[in-house]
């Protein structure tokens, strides 16, 4: 093991664990050199199974032989800085309540057609900025059969910390990657009718049968304020609504996603 006491939040090699701004650890700039944090040792052992390389381990002393020794085995000779409770909890903003991070490389993004080219029902996560209904999501199209997930490039970055936090590590087991606006003449090309998630005058309810009869079909979520944009609807093939009741309009987008994953799953 090499083990490495941190001893000063300046010192070399955690900078990434506390320093380094998100647009800083995807690196934009040198997308081969890119880095994420997965956080607890659950999801980094979904991560590790997933293939992803782990660059480096922090975690309190008492973890080392203890909730990071299983992973500690498996990372082989990376680096593992361990220090103070208070020390780390300066370093990173908070207490490590989870005892373990660890600094991944970020994977070179693959093409669409790569994403998509087996996938039967895929979601559009168009415009969600939200860490916390990203991460939800995903954990959603992991467990409800959703066969890839696309981003535009306004939508968070599903490697962002508290993104795969909150999928609990779901963002490793479902393969995701960025699509360039406008979707759907993308979508259209790769043999996909797509459904825009949007309340308008004619919109169909989510179990119309034609909905399930699609053999491909991508779904297109929005932001829960502005949801989708007029020329993303209009675009689309069908715009679907969830049926409600009690005079309520719509749902969080992470929670209609989980409903509009659940009907409209190809069995």
């Known amino acids: ?35 994420f944090i997965a956080e607890s040792p659950k999801v980094i052992h979904v991560a590790l199974d997933a293939g992803y390389e782990p660059l480096s381990l922090l975690c ?15 990372c082989g000779d990376i680096p593992i800085y361990t220090g103070e409770r208070e020390l780390l909890a300066s370093l990173t903003g908070y207490t490590l309540t989870r005892g373990v991070l660890c600094a991944m490389r970020r994977p ?8 998509c080219r087996d996938a039967r029902r895929v979601v559009v996560i168009d415009g969600v900025t939200d860490t916390t209904n990203i991460g939800a999501i995903f954990r959603s199209a992991a467990a409800l059969g959703i066969d890839a997930v696309l981003l535009t490039p306004t939508a968070c970055d599903p490697l962002n910390r508290r993104a795969v936090r909150v999928s609990m590590g779901s963002v490793f087991l479902v393969p995701w990657t960025w699509i360039d606006e406008p979707v759907t003449p993308h979508l259209h090309d ?54 409600m009741k009690h005079n309520v309009d719509s749902l969080n987008v992470a929670a209609a996603a989980a409903v509009a994953f659940w009907e409209l799953r190809k069995k």
Not at 108 to 115: E, G, H, L, S, T
Not at 203 to 226: C, F, N, Q, V, Y
């Open 1 to 35: 093991m090499s083990i490495i006491e941190v001893t000063s939040l300046e010192q070399p090699g955690v900078e990434v664990y506390g320093t380094l701004t998100e647009a800083q650890l995807r690196n934009r700039l040198e997308p081969d050199k890119g880095i």
């Open 190 to 243: 790769l043999g996909f009718t797509t459904a825009a998630m949007a309340l308008s005058d004619d919109s169909i309810p989510l179990d119309d049968p034609a909905l399930k009869r699609e053999p491909r079909l991508a779904i297109i979520m929005g932001t829960e304020g502005d949801g989708l944009a007029h020329n993303v609807i209009t675009d689309a093939d069908h715009v679907v609504r969830i049926p």
């Open 60 to 74: 309190e002393r008492r973890h080392i032989t203890g909730d990071a020794a299983s992973l500690i085995e498996r």
């Open 108 to 115: 070179m993004a693959r093409p669409v057609a790569d994403i």
